[in-house]
């Protein structure tokens, strides 16, 4: 079992930028594929990025790939997600969330229902 904490939430400016960090517990952080989602008030959970256990697989949501990028540091057991060119359609909750899977490069489907567990989450709130 792993517990997830989000971090470096907060209000932005449109273009401005974010990191969001995701502390994993436990030593086992790196058997996990980890992702980061996201949701808005009245909307569905939304794929964001994820990243496979060794960190050289990732894959991105259409609306971010070439704005965010997501990495991981294994030995600290902590995910990041870097949110570059922030747009009012970003705002929303983020969400870290874990996967344990069999291989270095595995990446689960892009869907919440496909991770097992996931933090509290953390408010992004870009604004003119």
């Known amino acids: 079992q792993v517990q997830l904490v989000e971090s470096g939430g907060g209000l932005v400016q449109i273009g401005g930028s974010l990191r969001l960090s995701c502390a994993a517990s436990g030593r086992t952080f790196s058997r996990y594929a980890m992702g980061w989602f996201r949701q808005a008030p009245g909307k569905e959970r939304e794929f964001v990025a994820a990243i496979s256990r060794g960190g050289s697989s990732t894959n991105y949501g259409d609306s971010v790939k070439g704005r965010f990028t997501i990495s991981r540091d294994n030995a600290k057991t902590t995910v990041y997600l870097q949110m570059n060119g922030l747009k009012p359609e970003d705002t929303a909750v983020y969400y870290c969330?874990?996967?344990?899977?069999?291989?270095?490069?595995?990446?689960?489907?892009?869907?919440?229902?496909?991770?097992?567990?996931w933090g509290q989450g953390t408010q992004v709130t870009v604004s003119s």
């Open positions: 969330q874990a996967r344990s899977v069999a291989h270095q490069t595995e990446l689960p489907p892009i869907t919440a229902a496909s991770y097992y567990y």
